[in-house]
């Protein structure tokens, strides 16, 4: 069957240390991949897209790395700060059509203590 | 920019009760799509819109369930009749048309019903 799968419990991290996120996926042949932040009470807010072709792709404090082979996403937060705090969601548009319909996995949920 | 805007924030029915959703995209995006999320399920797609045509409903639950956008400023995701099991948070979203792009999602309609 087709899935998305990413760390069901949440992660506890210090500040300071690499968060490190994973989204696993299976029977999708994606063109990209996304992941986005969800802050209690609020709508997901995008942070980095990923292209089959690329192996990672970086933003401030991020990284997405993407293999197309595994079937997986990481997603790495450094210098990890309280404000971090979040569930952090990755979304994939499976069968490559262009079409910007998205699969989301469940979320993990990162918390950053001081 | 205004963002996605959603109304109600929060709605409170009865069951059998007529319930409808409101979405206004954003200026210039052309495709916009209803989510539900819920512990049990995650994000889930209901239906997506590109220039206002909806493309694939697949992912609408029940007969119960409609949604229209009869221009490119507005939609609208109605439930009727309305059941408990139809609670959860339903997001909007929209984008460009063309594949790859991140969703814009607003804050979200949290639907309760009793």
């Known amino acids: 069957s087709q899935k998305i799968e990413q760390n069901s419990e949440a992660l506890n991290i210090q500040e300071g240390k690499t968060a490190t996120l994973t989204c696993n996926y299976t029977n999708y042949s994606p063109a990209y991949l996304q992941w986005y932040r969800q802050d209690p009470g609020r709508g997901p807010v995008f942070l980095l897209l990923i292209r089959e072709n690329e192996k990672e792709k970086r933003k401030e404090r991020l990284k997405v790395t993407f293999d197309t082979t595994l079937k997986q996403s990481l997603f790495h937060i450094t210098a990890s700060q309280p404000a971090d705090s979040a569930t952090y969601l990755c979304a994939l548009e499976p069968w490559g059509g262009g079409y910007n319909k998205l699969i989301f996995g469940a979320g993990t949920r990162l918390a950053v203590h001081p | 920019d205004a963002g996605v805007i959603q109304s109600p924030r929060h709605e409170v029915t009865e069951m059998g009760q007529e319930v409808t959703l409101r979405c206004k995209p954003i200026?210039?995006?052309?495709?916009l799509f209803w989510y539900r999320q819920t512990m049990m399920r995650g994000l889930e797609l209901l239906i997506y819109?590109?220039?206002?045509?909806?493309?694939?409903d697949s992912g609408m639950p029940e007969d119960r369930f409609s949604a229209k956008m009869p221009n490119a400023s507005f939609s609208t995701l109605k439930i009727q009749p309305s059941e408990p099991r139809d609670s959860a948070v339903y997001f909007c979203?929209?984008?460009?048309?063309?594949?790859?792009?991140?969703?814009?999602f607003g804050p979200g309609t949290r639907l309760t019903v009793t």
């Open positions: 979203a929209s984008t460009w048309e063309t594949g790859g792009y991140e969703q814009y």
């Open positions: 819109f590109n220039n206002n045509v909806p493309i694939d």
């Open positions: 200026s210039g995006h052309n495709s």
